[in-house]
């Protein structure tokens, strides 16, 4: 059984596609509960452990939007964060990049419980949940705003 946020959530762990559906989906909305505005100008995209960095840096590249949306979990967060310390890389040699790029972190989890030795004890595990908002340009000062409101911290 696999819940988030104390509500059981109809999703198999080991079914990635349904994991990251669920974080795009369900997750990344209800942090932002009321800022619906926000997160129509959000390009999303999802890093498994099996993506190809090259690959995904050049679609972070190609992105339409000016705010980011990369988000993992599990085994998955590793490479994400190589993908993401990679592209603040590439963005900041680019000599048309910007010098403007604001990081922003949001650590959540799934609880998933098993059964124990009998029926009586459960063994309940967290597995985590890494949501980066990455802002290509100047940040407004209600846009940070709402993103401290939701939790969200900085990386400088």
Not at 81 to 97: A, H, Q, T, W
Request: with cysteine; glycine share 4%; net charge positive.
């Amino acid at each position: 059984k696999v819940e988030y946020e104390d509500k059981v959530a109809q999703i198999e762990l080991a079914n990635q596609s349904q994991c990251m559906q669920f974080i795009k989906d369900v997750v990344i909305p209800s942090l932002f509960n009321d800022s619906g505005n926000l997160l129509n100008e959000v390009s999303y995209r999802k890093v498994t452990k099996n993506d190809n960095i090259q690959q995904t840096i050049e679609k972070l590249e190609k992105a339409s939007s000016q705010l980011l949306c990369i988000y993992s979990y599990g085994t998955h967060i590793q490479k994400m964060l190589s993908i993401l310390e990679i592209f603040k890389k590439v963005m900041k040699k680019d000599p048309n990049g910007t010098d403007e790029l604001h990081q922003w972190n949001k650590l959540t989890s799934f609880v998933c419980t098993r059964e124990g030795r009998n029926e009586l004890l459960e063994r309940r595990t967290r597995v985590p949940i890494l949501i980066t908002l990455v802002r290509l340009s100047t940040l407004s000062p209600a846009f940070v705003l709402k993103l401290e409101q939701a939790g969200f911290t900085v990386q400088l």
